[in-house]
C-alpha cells in the first residue's frame, strides 16, 4: 500500500486506523520492554513490593503510553504549527519554577499545577527540540552558519538553559545545550565555526568553575577526582554504586538479592543509580541486555530520520535520538564514577513521573514523523521567531 494512501479522502476513522497499521510497533514494543525492566528493578529495590514505587511507575507508564499513541497519530505538520507555541509555554513554565518553584535536594526544579507536579526542565527538551528543529527546517545548509541564522538559533538555545542554570540544573542545563548543538551540526554548522566554539568553551571552564557552578556542584567534581577523600560524605554515593556494580560480577547476585540496594547503603536506588541496582543483581549480562535493548531503540529512530521527506521531521527524529542518548551516557557514566554525579535518571528504567512521560512525549514524536515520513513540509514555511 502506498504511502499516502493512509492518507487519503477517506473517513476519520480510516485514517486513524491506517496510521496505526503504519506505525512501527517493533519500536513500541521495544520501548515496553525497556519498560518492563525499570518495573522489575523497582519492585525489587522495594524489598519485593509494588510499593511505593513499581505500581506508580506502572500507572505512569499506562498514561504515557497513551499520549504516546495520541502524539504519533497527529500529523507532523501540526507539530510544526504548535512548535513555537510549545516553546514558548516551556519557557514561561520555567521562569515561573523562579518565582513559586518547589524545593528538592537543593534546587527549585518543581512547579504544583493543581494535583500534578511538574519539572519544566524535562518539558522544555522536547520543546527545544521542536522550536529549533522548526527554525532550521527552512534554512539551506549553506545559510546554517551566517551569523544572522546562527544568533536565532542560539537564542533559542540559551534562553532554556540560561534559566535551568539558575535553578541549579546544571544536568539537564548540559542536555539541552548538546541537543542544540548536535541539531546545528546535523543542518551542517560550518567546522570554522565550531572548531572556535570548542576552543572557547575549554577556555571557559576556569571562568564557569569560578562564577557559574554552585559549592556543592564543585563537590561533586571533587569528589569525582577522589572520592576516597571524603567515603562517609561527598564520596559515598560513587563509593557505594561501584562497589555494587563490581560485586555483580557477569551474571549478578539473583533477583532481589542485591545486598547494596535491599540494605540501603546505595542511595537514590529507585532514580539516578538503578542501572547499579541492575548490574548489582543481574551483572554484565543484564547490563548488556539493557544496553541492546537502548543501541535498538536509537538505531529504529535514526532510521526513521533516514527515511524522512522534510527536513523538520528529520531533525526532530535526531533531536529525540540525541537526547534519549544523551540521558543513558550519563546516567550510566555517572553510575560507573567516570563523570560527577548529577541528576539525570536513566530513561524509561528510572522511577520518575515527568521524566517519564516526556521521554514517552518524545518517542510519540518519533513515531509521528514516522508515520508521517511521506508529508512534505516545504521550506519556504514560516520559521521566524
Excluded at 200 to 212: D, I, N, T
Excluded at 244 to 270: C, D, H, I, M
Excluded at 277 to 291: A, C, D, H, P, Y
Excluded at 302 to 325: E, H, P, W, Y
Amino acid at each position: 500500500m502506498p504511502l499516502n494512501d493512509h492518507f487519503g479522502p477517506t473517513g476519520r476513522e480510516l485514517r486513524v486506523v491506517g496510521k496505526l497499521r503504519a506505525m512501527n510497533w517493533f519500536l513500541v514494543a521495544l520501548i515496553t520492554v525497556t519498560s518492563c525492566i525499570g518495573f522489575v528493578l523497582l519492585y525489587s529495590v522495594a524489598g519485593g513490593s509494588f510499593e511505593p514505587w513499581a505500581d506508580r511507575q506502572i500507572v505512569r507508564f499506562g498514561i504515557g503510553m497513551l499520549l504516546l499513541l495520541a502524539v504519533a497519530l497527529i500529523d507532523i505538520r501540526i507539530w510544526f504549527q504548535l512548535a513555537y507555541p510549545v516553546y514558548g509555554v516551556s519557557l514561561l513554565l520555567l521562569v515561573a519554577v523562579e518565582f513559586f518553584g518547589r524545593m528538592g535536594k537543593g534546587a527549585e526544579r518543581w512547579i504544583d499545577i493543581g494535583p500534578l507536579q511538574l519539572q519544566p526542565s524535562e518539558l522544555m527538551k522536547i520543546a527545544l527540540i521542536l522550536a529549533l528543529s522548526r527554525f532550521l527546517h527552512g534554512i539551506l545548509v549553506e545559510d546554517v552558519s551566517r551569523p544572522t541564522r546562527l544568533l536565532g538559533a542560539l537564542l533559542l538555545i540559551a534562553l532554556p538553559a540560561g534559566l535551568v542554570l539558575m535553578q541549579p540544573n546544571l544536568g539537564t542545563a548540559t542536555i539541552l545545550i548538546a541537543v542544540g548543538a548536535g541539531l546545528l551540526f546535523v543542518s551542517g554548522l560550518s567546522w570554522k565555526i565550531i572548531v572556535p566554539v570548542i576552543v572557547l568553551a575549554v577556555a571557559a571552564v576556569p571562568v564557569g568553575w569560578e562564577f557559574v557552578l554552585k559549592d556543592y556542584q564543585k563537590q561533586r567534581v571533587y569528589t569525582f577526582l577522589d572520592p576516597d577523600t571524603d567515603p562517609l560524605g561527598s564520596g559515598y554515593n560513587t563509593l557505594q554504586s561501584k562497589i555494587a556494580l563490581g560485586s555483580g560480577g557477569v551474571f549478578g547476585k539473583g533477583f532481589g538479592e542485591g545486598t547494596q540496594s535491599r540494605l540501603n547503603f546505595l542511595p537514590e536506588k529507585q532514580t539516578d543509580f538503578i542501572f547499579t541496582v541492575l548490574g548489582e543483581e543481574f551483572g554484565l549480562f543484564g547490563l548488556t541486555i539493557l544496553m541492546g535493548l537502548y543501541l535498538t531503540i536509537l538505531a529504529q529512530g535514526v532510521m526513521i530520520a533516514l527515511d524522512t521527506r522534510s527536513q523538520f521531521g528529520r531533525l526532530v527524529a535526531m533531536g529525540v535520538c540525541l537526547n534519549f542518548l544523551l540521558y543513558i551516557l550519563i546516567n550510566t557514566s555517572m553510575s560507573m564514577g567516570l563523570i560527577p554525579v548529577v541528576g539525570i535518571p536513566l530513561p524509561l528504567v528510572s522511577y520518575g513521573g515527568t521524566a517519564l512521560i516526556t521521554v514517552l512525549f518524545g518517542f510519540g514524536l518519533l513515531l509521528s514523523v514516522q508515520i508521517h515520513r511521506g508529508v512534505d513540509i516545504p521550506r519556504s514555511a514560516s520559521n521566524l521567531l
